[in-house]
C-alpha cells in the first residue's frame, strides 16, 4: 500500500479558495487511481472528486462540480484538490485515498488513505 499524507487545509470565508495537497510515498504511487473524500461532524464520509492513474479522466461529485478541481503530478507523486468558491457545508475533513480504478466513488473501495486535512468554511 502506498502512505498517503494530506495538507494545506484551514480556515476561511465563504467565497474564497484552498489547495490541498496529497503527497505519496514510493513510485507505486503512479500505479493507483486517487480519490478526495470528507467527512462533516456527524455524518457519514462522502465521495467528492477522483482521477485516473493517467490523469486523463475524472469524476466529481455534483456537490462539487464546477468548483473544485482534482489533478496530479506523477512526477512528483503528488495529487491536488483546488477548491474554489468554498460554501460553510464544504466544511469537513478532507481525505486523499487511493484505488485501482477512479470511478469508484465508496469509500469501503479504497486500498489506502490519509490522516486528514481540516477544512473550516465561515459565513
Known amino acids: 500500500q502506498v502512505q498517503l499524507v494530506e495538507s494545506g487545509g484551514g480556515s476561511v470565508q465563504a467565497g474564497g479558495s484552498l489547495r490541498l495537497t496529497c503527497a505519496a510515498s514510493g513510485r507505486t504511487f503512479n500505479w493507483y487511481a486517487m480519490h478526495w473524500f470528507r467527512q462533516a461532524p456527524g455524518k457519514e464520509r462522502e465521495f467528492v472528486a477522483a482521477v485516473s492513474v493517467s490523469g486523463d479522466s475524472t469524476n466529481y461529485a455534483n456537490s462539487v462540480k464546477g468548483r473544485f478541481t482534482i489533478s496530479r503530478d506523477n512526477a512528483h507523486y503528488m495529487v491536488y484538490l483546488q477548491m474554489n468558491g468554498l460554501k460553510p457545508e464544504d466544511t469537513a475533513v478532507y481525505y486523499c485515498?487511493?484505488?485501482?480504478?477512479?470511478?469508484?466513488?465508496?469509500?469501503?473501495?479504497?486500498?489506502?488513505w490519509g490522516k486528514g486535512t481540516l477544512v473550516t468554511v465561515s459565513s
Open positions: 485515498a487511493a484505488s485501482g480504478t477512479y470511478y469508484v466513488t465508496q469509500w469501503n473501495g479504497m486500498k489506502s
